[in-house]
């Protein structure tokens, strides 16, 4: 795997250093060719979690596709970045999206729906 922008660390889940290595490759690759084109930083503040980390510290749902490295979220406070990560997230097939009011939800879990857009509050 050749990722251009991000480096597997940022995926960590807090308490297990070295587990952002669990991400999908295929979707890391996806998430970093979406970067490239979407020429804004993407932050990445929360990407594999461990099931003790997701369920008992970051408030996730039990069935949260972060355990299994299919999602990630992405740091963004403003509309007009909101805009530019959602397009550029869905040119590259990432098709199921969160919308939180700091973050942007990415997402390619087959065993959920796909085309999809959520909001969190
Ligand atoms: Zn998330």
């Known amino acids: 795997m050749d990722l251009k922008y991000f480096t597997l660390s940022e995926f960590d889940s807090p308490d297990e250093p070295g587990s952002g290595s669990k991400m999908d490759k295929d979707f890391l690759e996806k998430l970093d060719y979406a970067r490239g084109n979407a020429s804004i930083a993407f932050k990445i503040t929360s990407g594999y979690r461990t099931p003790h980390w997701n369920d008992n510290v970051a408030g996730g749902r039990i069935g949260s596709s972060h355990k299994k490295g299919l999602a990630a979220d992405i740091a963004c406070v403003n509309s007009r970045n909101r805009q ?37 509050n």
């Open 84 to 120: 530019i990560i959602i397009k550029a997230l869905m040119d590259v097939g990432i098709n199921r999206i969160g919308i939180g009011n700091t973050f942007i939800h990415a997402d390619v879990d087959k065993s959920k729906d796909a085309n999809v857009i959520w909001l969190y």
